[in-house]
């Protein structure tokens, strides 16, 4: 199961070039707040993964610590967050592929929508 379908629509731009004017750097174009969030998705992946295609154990660790203390319980119990690793590995290859770290995006998006909406099973 692929994403190709998506693509014809995608990335026209992938983000705003950055020029000189009057010794200050501006963004050729301003990234919206979605976008910023979609990117910031993307470079925390990629810095996390230092050019490797997935995250081993201690990145991902390093991630989840780092980056979603303030979401996540348990995000600095290791055992917890090693489980968690362990429930996206879904091609169980001992590492966390981007496809598995967007699932793991998903999940929050998801909890965090029906928080808000209160949506939640359990808030009835
Ligand atoms: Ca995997």
Redesign the pocket.
């Known amino acids: 199961m692929g994403i190709g379908w998506v693509r014809p629509w995608c990335l026209v731009n992938e983000a705003p070039e950055e020029e000189e004017e009057g010794g200050k750097k501006i963004a050729t174009w301003a990234m919206t707040d979605m976008e910023s969030a979609i990117k910031t998705v993307v470079t925390t992946f990629l810095g996390s993964a230092k050019g490797k295609d997935?995250l081993d154990g201690g990145s991902f660790q390093k991630l989840v610590k780092k980056q979603l203390g303030g979401m996540m319980e348990n995000a600095n119990v290791s055992s917890a967050v090693k489980e968690m690793q362990q429930g996206?590995?879904?091609?169980?290859?001992?590492?966390?592929?981007f496809q598995?770290y967007l699932t793991l995006i998903g999940y929050l998006a998801t909890s965090l929508s029906e928080r808000k909406t209160g949506s939640n099973a359990d808030a009835s």
């Open positions: 997935n996206l590995d879904e091609n169980n290859d001992g590492k966390v592929s598995e």
